[in-house]
């Protein structure tokens, strides 16, 4: 029996764990994945994360990973139009986020199990069992997910995951070099057929996460993301010659989900980041979100391990009462931004400081 076994070893789970652990509770961080990624994803932490990475004693050490000011530089049609500098927060890959947080995590004494692929969850009295699918069972006394859009752990519980998901909206990100391209900038190229190309420099590497509109076949379907469509991508909205794409790391393609799990808490078990909701990318607050969500659930947990049991029922109730709320407006708003992005690649006077994921 250990105190919390944590579903997910991303920026939610590992900021669960630490914060958990450095206040003495038992945790366990189970991930399905064989090995941690490199993959930038979401790539900005606000100063609200920033200040919640305060306790746990990370805080300095992403601010010397990541970039604090970087600078939006807007095309239209090939022709540079306008230049945002962007004062707070963070630039930062969230494979980075994720490094600091597994390297803190080791100083308090837990590491990431990697290969531990929930298959199974119930539930009684004292704890929660999770039984992996290599047949293994692991006891807790609170069980929390998270694990992703796709969680298992949201699915095993049974909570419906309630929204749409708009089919027709794809993008594609990668990971890339781009020799010759300026680093100083966060480039944003858009033209007036519609669509658009985005390349963002990821602090202390060489790479550009490049995100983009979909590009269809003769039959309008998507096509897969390859180094090869990049390249016509960028080619096509960019418009620089002798800029050519390199070293993917990455490869991806992304449709907007607006969804909310229709609970976030069932019995001891709980979730948190995007196994408890899904939103546009506009805006940049799905880890940051998720982060907020671990901060709240790991004091809402050791309040709970550490305080009469007679006051435990109204604690846990506390995290659901608090972040779903949040939850909710976190997809009102992100919708929103998202909107603005769009309206961005058809207006060249409207601006794009929402940002991106």
């Known amino acids: 029996m250990t105190d919390v076994v944590i579903a997910g070893s991303g920026p939610t789970g590992l900021t669960l764990a630490c914060d958990l652990a450095r206040r003495g509770a038992g945790v366990r961080?189970?991930?399905?994945?064989?090995?941690?990624?490199?993959?930038?994803?979401?790539?900005?932490?606000?100063?609200?994360?920033?200040?919640a990475f305060g306790p746990l004693g990370v805080a300095e050490r992403m601010t010397a990973v990541g970039r604090a000011r970087v600078?939006?530089?807007?095309?239209?049609?090939?022709?540079?139009?306008?230049?945002?500098?962007?004062?707070?927060?963070?630039?930062?890959?969230?494979?980075q986020v994720e490094e600091v947080l597994r390297e803190r995590l080791a100083e308090l004494g837990v590491r990431v199990e990697y290969g531990a692929r929930?298959?199974?969850?119930?539930?009684?009295?004292?704890?929660?069992?999770?039984?992996?699918a290599d047949g293994r069972a692991v006891r807790s006394r609170y069980l929390a997910g998270c694990d992703g859009g796709r969680s298992t752990t949201r699915g095993l519980l049974g909570i419906p995951f309630e929204g749409s998901t708009a089919e027709e909206e794809v993008m594609v990100?990668?990971?890339?070099?781009?020799?010759?391209?300026?680093?100083?900038?966060?480039?944003?190229?858009?033209?007036?057929?519609?669509?658009?190309?985005?390349?963002?420099?990821?602090?202390?590497?060489?790479?550009?996460?490049?995100?983009?509109?979909?590009?269809?076949?003769?039959?309008?379907?998507?096509?897969?993301?390859?180094?090869?469509s990049f390249q016509r991508?960028?080619?096509?909205?960019?418009?620089?010659?002798g800029i050519l794409l390199a070293e993917p790391t990455w490869l991806s393609s992304w449709r907007v989900?607006?969804?909310?799990?229709?609970?976030?808490?069932?019995?001891?078990?709980?979730?948190?980041?995007?196994a408890a909701h899904v939103h546009p990318i506009a805006g940049g607050l799905g880890m940051n979100t998720g982060i907020q969500d671990a901060t709240a659930l790991g004091r809402t947990l050791a309040a709970a391990l550490t305080g009469q049991a007679g006051e435990r029922e109204r604690v846990l109730d506390s995290y659901e009462a608090e972040r779903l709320p949040v939850a909710?407006?976190?997809?009102?708003?992100?919708?929103?931004?998202?909107?603005?992005?769009?309206?961005?690649?058809r207006e060249p006077g409207v601006g794009t400081e929402a940002g991106l994921d």
């Open 328 to 345: 909710e407006a976190l997809l009102a708003d992100t919708t929103r931004r998202m909107e603005r992005v769009l309206a961005a690649v």
């Open 118 to 132: 929930l298959a199974g969850i119930s539930q009684d009295a004292t704890g929660v069992t999770a039984r992996l």
């Open 29 to 51: 961080i189970l991930e399905q994945r064989t090995a941690p990624h490199r993959e930038s994803r979401g790539k900005g932490l606000t100063p609200d994360s920033i200040e």
């Open 233 to 241: 991508l960028f080619d096509r909205h960019a418009r620089m010659p």
């Open 257 to 274: 989900n607006v969804r909310k799990a229709a609970r976030i808490r069932e019995g001891r078990a709980f979730l948190a980041g995007d």
């Open 173 to 228: 990100l990668g990971d890339v070099t781009a020799p010759g391209l300026s680093r100083e900038f966060w480039h944003q190229w858009f033209t007036s057929d519609g669509g658009g190309v985005l390349l963002c420099p990821i602090p202390g590497t060489e790479s550009f996460q490049l995100q983009a509109s979909r590009e269809l076949d003769e039959r309008g379907e998507p096509l897969p993301p390859s180094l090869e």
């Open 71 to 95: 600078t939006l530089r807007k095309y239209f049609d090939g022709a540079h139009i306008s230049d945002t500098t962007l004062g707070d927060g963070l630039l930062i890959g969230q494979w």
